[in-house]
């Protein structure tokens, strides 16, 4: 009979455990050594090594299932070796040498020395454990060996508060237990007997599992079938002794329990490591999950903005004329509401997604995750080149409507001025062909055709003179024609009708001549003939002439149009009045809005310059600064009723057609633009401390270097607009230490410049300095959690992954997870370990 315990005693620490015995635990001999005392004859109980075989057994199997097996018999199933070489590989996850398979004795010798060769390069010291006892089916022999195997690698690694094995374990269940009633662990023996230490151990864990407080001291059976069944049926411990073998022994068997009880601390020590290796798959995850949160919401903002501008530009492009200022003037005020209404929130949208793009990329870098690269056509310098395409669009369509309403008022003017004109010489003209086509001279005596002879001639120098008022009502049409006036047509017709009634005129005017001319022929020669008579009533002759001459004379028009002019007058002077007051309004306007826009223009360039130098200098903490620049945030949002009265008096002007200003260089197209470069200046200016705040957190970067770091930036930032090239970004390494050549260099400005923008920020300056020294998590890092979770296998299953995260990040891990094409894969295995680097945009293992 082999001596059991001596084999035991010899166990020995390797050269790394022997300073284990600091507290109080020694070595693994010295405990057995202490305990001859019960077992002194060196003889095995027989309640003992039923225990024994029943808990070495269980144990053996909850190993030898892994790889697909079991044994019914353990003094028997071991005797060939192959299962006992097979266990090690399980426990060990390390190759043997390769079994023989023959049936014969010395076959099976070999395997077990092999197998007993694998426990002592292990550091287990093995004394009178020889094959052929094992071969043999020597139980004593075979039980002590699985003994010396549990110890090695179930107990020998438990490490509790500086004490280990034995004591590491029994400190271990001392201090899980001891906020529990009727619990006292004071050994692996009569602590366990009542089964309430088990129940405890599991309650700790999983408190969800057990009904601690309905339990009794006094039913250990109960207690202690509910304990197994729990741990079987939840914790994968496999059930490794019955109650009644515990109950109805005085003292339980010491190896046995030790061995269920390290089950419970590989089960919930595995469950912790599975928990911490969740947390950091969990941590890494949701870092993943926001930084893809805030892609979505870039790529989203960035899609609606770059619609927006896409729909915009059209409209601002859009240069139809309308047919009148009122139709110009509601476009006028429709463009009003687009810059006062639709483009602020836009401009803050457009601020926003630079700010997210920036923030996200700063957190990128900081948890070693690829930069972000948005979809094609979505980067901000497309953003930028839009922004810019709808500014340049912007600004000709405001030029294009104050040039449409100036040619419509011009065209409104010269429309009036031509009904006006046209008017006045319908006016004229009324009744003008009736009176050259009277036939009245054909009753007329020879002074009545003379009297309408002198008529006619002051019609034809009237006529004459309204040739002047003709050819300017022609001109006027011609030039509404040419500016393309909206009733050309009308104004055509009207001036076609004017012409052709003139040329009537002129036709008409010389046939009467002619007719008037030949009756007076005609009346003088009858004259001639009445001379006698006529001398002889010369007087009463003469003063009918004269009555009918000043009867005539009263009848011309030239006296009603000289009192037309006159009364003319008045109102041309009531016009010039109007006018006058007009421009003195106009010119109060103009004042008006300089007065303002004169102190607005300059105050946003005084802020502008005010926050480049706070953001360059350095001055304090970076706290400091950014609390400097929130109040210069208020202060410009303070400032914003400054600004909506210059729109309203901007109106004003542009209501009242007024398009110069010689008091001030600046227009409002000048402050809006510069009131917009604020806005934006000042929030990325914020946002770029507090990413620096985010960097020098994460990297814990001091503030003495981050004000060197600040200092050689600013050096070399010869501009100092907070970014510069490659050339300047070439020296400023050079100046810190680096020696480059073309590769390097390139390679570094493929991190700090990842988007290839050609300038180079502070903030990816200081994110590059302090690159190398960041604690973050690998790829590595996240596959070795994973593999604890999947129970160190190669791939995992949704169902593993369901169990261990929570049901957002499970999901989240199935949907992206490609099926696992190892040669070890089962139906709905997945690849962890290529989700993993991909994560981190690494090529896969």
């Not at 001091?702 to 200092?711: L, N, T, V, Y």
Request: proline share 3%.
């Amino acid at each position: 009979m082999v001596d059991y315990h001596a084999a035991n005693q010899s166990y020995q620490y390797g050269p790394s455990s022997a300073g284990n015995g600091a507290g109080g635990g020694g070595s693994m001999g010295d405990y057995m050594a202490q305990e001859d005392d019960w077992d002194r004859d060196l003889l095995l109980d027989p309640a003992w090594e039923k225990q024994q075989r029943k808990t070495f057994t269980a144990w053996c199997n909850s190993h030898l299932r892994k790889a697909g097996t079991q044994i019914e018999n353990i003094d028997e199933d071991f005797r060939d070796g192959l299962k006992l070489m097979l266990l090690l590989e399980v426990i060990s996850g390390e190759r043997l040498p390769k079994p023989e398979r023959g049936k014969m004795r010395v076959h099976k010798i070999n395997n077990v020395n092999k197998a007993l060769d694998f426990i002592a390069s292990k550091g287990v010291k093995l004394v009178s454990i020889g094959a052929e006892e094992i071969v043999d089916g020597n139980a004593k022999m075979t039980l002590g060996m699985i003994w010396t195997i549990i110890l090695r690698f179930a107990i020998q690694d438990i490490s509790v508060e500086e004490t280990s094995a034995k004591e590491g374990l029994l400190l271990w269940c001392q201090r899980k237990t001891a906020p529990y009633k009727n619990v006292n662990v004071q050994n692996f023996h009569i602590s366990w007997k009542d089964g309430l230490a088990f129940n405890a151990l599991i309650h700790r864990h999983r408190p969800e599992l057990i009904e601690y407080d309905k339990l009794r001291k006094d039913d250990p059976v109960t207690n202690l079938n509910n304990a197994f069944e729990v741990a079987e049926k939840y914790l994968d411990i496999p059930k490794m002794l019955d109650a009644e073998d515990i109950v109805n022994t005085a003292r339980p068997d010491e190896k046995a329990i030790m061995t269920y009880v390290s089950s419970f601390y590989h089960a919930f020590s595995g469950a912790q490591k599975a928990e911490t290796a969740a947390n950091r798959i969990c941590k890494v995850l949701a870092v993943n999950q926001e930084n893809e949160h805030l892609m979505e919401d870039y790529e989203k903002l960035a899609s609606d903005l770059l619609e927006w501008i896409r729909r915009t530009i059209p409209w601002l492009e859009d240069r139809v004329p309308q047919k009148t200022i009122q139709e110009m003037q509601q476009k006028l005020e429709d463009f009003r509401d687009y810059r006062r209404v639709h483009k602020p929130p836009k401009v803050q949208e457009k601020c926003q997604l630079e700010i997210n793009f920036n923030t996200l990329q700063t957190k990128l870098r900081l948890s070693n995750r690829p930069a972000f690269m948005p979809s094609e056509g979505k980067m901000v310098s497309d953003i930028n080149n839009g922004w810019q395409h709808l500014e340049q669009a912007e600004k000709g369509y405001e030029e294009w409507l104050l040039n449409e309403i100036r040619r419509l008022e011009r065209l409104d003017h010269l429309a009036e001025k031509f009904r006006q004109k046209a008017s006045i010489h319908e006016a004229w003209t009324d009744g003008k062909e009736a009176m050259l086509k009277h036939r009245d001279y054909e009753t007329a005596t020879l002074s009545d055709i003379k009297a309408l002879i002198r008529k006619h001639e002051a019609f034809e120098s009237d006529l004459a003179a309204h040739q002047d008022r003709v050819e300017q009502i022609a001109a006027i049409a011609q030039e509404l024609n040419e500016l393309d006036y909206y009733d050309s047509h009308n104004v055509n017709t009207r001036c076609q009708k004017i012409c052709d009634q003139w040329d009537a005129l002129g036709s008409l005017t010389h046939s009467r001549r002619e007719a008037l001319e030949k009756t007076e022929k005609q009346l003088e020669a009858i004259d001639q003939l009445h001379l006698e008579y006529a001398k002889r009533a010369a007087p009463f002759n003469n003063w009918m002439e004269s009555a009918m001459e000043d009867l005539q004379d009263m009848f011309i028009v030239h006296t009603i149009e000289e009192i037309e002019v006159q009364q003319l007058v008045p109102k041309r002077d009531h016009a010039l009045l109007e006018e006058q007051s007009k421009q003195q309004s106009n010119e109060h306007l103009r004042r008006q809005f300089a007065s303002q826009a004169n102190v607005v223009g300059p105050w946003i360039q005084t802020k502008m310059e005010e926050i480049g130098r706070i953001s360059i200098e350095m001055n304090g903490t970076l706290e400091d600064q950014l609390s400097h620049l929130k109040q210069y945030e208020r202060s410009i949002v303070d400032y914003k009723p400054n600004l909506d009265l210059l729109e309203q008096q901007h109106q004003l002007i542009q209501e009242a057609l007024i398009f110069d200003n010689k008091h001030t260089n600046y227009t409002m197209e000048h402050i809006r633009v510069g009131w917009e470069q604020l806005l934006t200046t000042i929030a990325r200016t914020i946002n770029e401390v507090e990413n620096q705040i985010l960097t020098r957190d994460a990297k814990g970067i001091s503030q003495e270097q981050m004000q060197e770091f600040r200092a050689s930036f600013n050096h070399f930032d010869k501009k100092q607009t907070g970014s510069m090239d490659s050339d300047d970004f070439r020296a400023l390494l050079i100046s810190t230490g680096y020696s480059l050549g073309e590769a390097e260099f390139n390679r570094i400005m493929s991190l700090v410049d990842p988007n290839h923008s050609g300038l180079v920020t502070f903030q990816a300056f200081i994110d590059f300095m302090s690159r190398e020294t960041t604690d973050t998590d690998t790829a590595d890092q996240v596959i070795a959690s994973f593999k604890v979770l999947a129970g160190d296998k190669n791939f995992i299953t949704a169902e593993e992954l369901r169990r261990e995260l929570p049901p957002d990040q499970a999901e989240y891990c199935i949907a992206r997870m490609a099926p696992y094409q190892g040669p070890d894969a089962v139906p709905g295995a997945l690849d962890y370990k290529s989700f993993s680097t991909a994560l981190y945009g690494e090529s896969d293992l």
